[in-house]
């Protein structure tokens, strides 16, 4: 998308049926309808995701839950739609695909081209949806698949969500080191899919602490975003607006109006162009024990939408972040991702802090980054974002200290030397242009948790 963010999420409108420890409930009302997809969109959304019980997995076409989906759809606005086709995720982790369930790729490629020919004409198609957070061991089947896509129809987008950084058993083969691993996995997947795209799911937001694994979830983005910078690629993040009892033991808790800034403004900083939010609309199906290890991302509140049709305060905020980052984009978008920065207090290392301490081999402040951040009160990152053409920089400074802060109402000041890069600088906040007073090349800031500054330097 040209000078706009490409923004989903998972779990659109269902059909009002919902399921709470094996038994179906009904609210009587079909929420694929024209006017709840009007209502998606009006949220922000620029791009439809059917999945799920959404999407089409074979059988009657004209009968078909997608096509329900793709025709209220595309009345509602939508000309770029994503369908979920089991058949085709199934594919993706067949370890016998080529060689053994197809004969070669003449027949891979018959067989897709069957399967697509019901929806791939349909109005405002767009791509498919994918096996999700594949790991290591299933990327060379997924590879050929997306290769096979994409010779048929060159122009087709493919949803490929892979896995963020994580278990080394998930991520990696013939190595110990899982940050070595994640680099290799991400690496893998360019160099063998040629889809040219990289998208990661990460969920910061948990009961107990804020960085996923304690501190894993930044590790995620830099990988990601240097895996990108290499290969020339596309990011895409899937981000959090979700809340659980308990997904294999952890507990994920609702999403702040800053916790929503703090994901997206580390978005922007790290060159992501594809959002994706998990989820748009609380899940249909959930079992009521906190204690299970079976995930419970079903929890009304936590999504945009509740079970019944319902916005959430969510939606509200959510509307207005997705608003201000597309009145930002023209501007972002002349830059690509370059380099990463981190700032802590002094006397204080990454390692003291449980949020960071996970971050290998992180970039401190020094000679390398051309703005200095000085006297921080709590942990700062910069990014730095190059001209795609010309000359031109635009860095990120945004506070990242624990979210669980904010309700306390804490702040940062931080110290910026901009030195020569402050003639002619600009300065945006929350997607508009806005004034700073510096002197003397020295800009002083007040950040609350999660926001950020953008600084676009000749």
Not at 369 to 378: A, D, E, L, R, W
Not at 395 to 422: C, H, P, S, W
């Amino acid at each position: 998308m040209k000078d706009q963010f490409m923004v989903y999420g998972y779990c659109s409108p269902t059909n009002g049926v919902f399921n709470i420890n094996g038994c179906n409930y009904s609210y009587g009302e079909d929420f694929r309808s024209v006017k709840r997809y009007k209502e998606h969109k009006n949220a922000g959304f620029n791009v439809l995701l059917l999945q799920g019980g959404n999407g089409y997995h074979g059988g009657d076409w004209e009968t078909s839950g997608g096509k329900i989906c793709m025709e209220a759809g595309y009345k509602a606005g939508y000309d770029k739609i994503i369908i979920d086709d089991g058949r085709l995720k199934a594919m993706c982790v067949d370890d016998e695909l080529i060689g053994g369930t197809y004969k070669d790729e003449d027949e891979l490629l018959r067989v897709i081209e069957e399967y697509t020919k019901p929806y791939r004409d349909m109005p405002g198609f767009y791509g498919v949806q994918l096996y999700d957070e594949p790991r290591w061991a299933k990327l060379k089947s997924y590879a050929a698949v997306v290769r096979a896509l994409k010779k048929l129809y060159p122009n087709i987008y493919l949803q490929c969500n892979l896995l963020p950084y994580c278990g080394i058993d998930l991520i990696a083969a013939e190595t110990t080191d899982d940050y070595d691993g994640y680099k290799k996995y991400l690496d893998e997947w360019l160099t063998t899919s040629g889809s040219g795209n990289v998208t990661v799911d990460e969920y910061f937001f948990r009961r107990d602490y804020l960085m996923g694994s304690e501190g894993a979830a930044f590790n995620t983005f830099i990988i990601a975003a240097e895996a990108c910078k290499k290969h020339n690629a596309t990011l895409g993040l899937v981000i959090q607006s979700f809340a659980c009892m308990s997904h294999a033991g952890l507990h994920h808790r609702h999403v702040t109006e800053p916790d929503m800034y703090f994901q997206t403004n580390l978005a922007m900083g790290f060159g992501a162009r594809e959002i994706g939010f998990f989820t748009y609309m609380t899940k249909t199906s959930f079992i009521l024990n906190a204690q299970s290890s079976i995930a419970n991302d079903s929890v009304d509140g936590g999504a945009w939408i509740n079970h019944d049709g319902s916005r959430t305060r969510l939606y509200y905020f959510g509307k207005k972040v997705l608003k201000e980052m597309q009145n930002f984009a023209p501007t972002l978008f002349k830059y690509k991702y370059n380099n990463c920065w981190f700032s802590f207090p002094k006397g204080v290392k990454h390692t003291d802090v449980l949020d960071t301490r996970r971050i290998v081999n992180p970039n401190y402040m020094d000679e390398t980054c051309p703005i200095k951040v000085k006297n921080s009160t709590g942990v700062v990152i910069v990014t730095e974002q190059v001209a795609k053409e010309g000359s031109g920089k635009i860095f990120m400074v945004e506070n990242v200290t624990n979210l669980k802060y904010q309700l306390e109402g804490k702040v940062q000041r931080v110290t910026i030397d901009l030195g020569a890069l402050a003639d002619g600088a600009k300065f945006y906040y929350r997607g508009k242009e806005v004034k700073k007073n510096v002197k003397n090349g020295v800009l002083r800031l007040v950040i609350k948790n999660g926001d950020a500054l953008f600084i676009e330097t000749k």
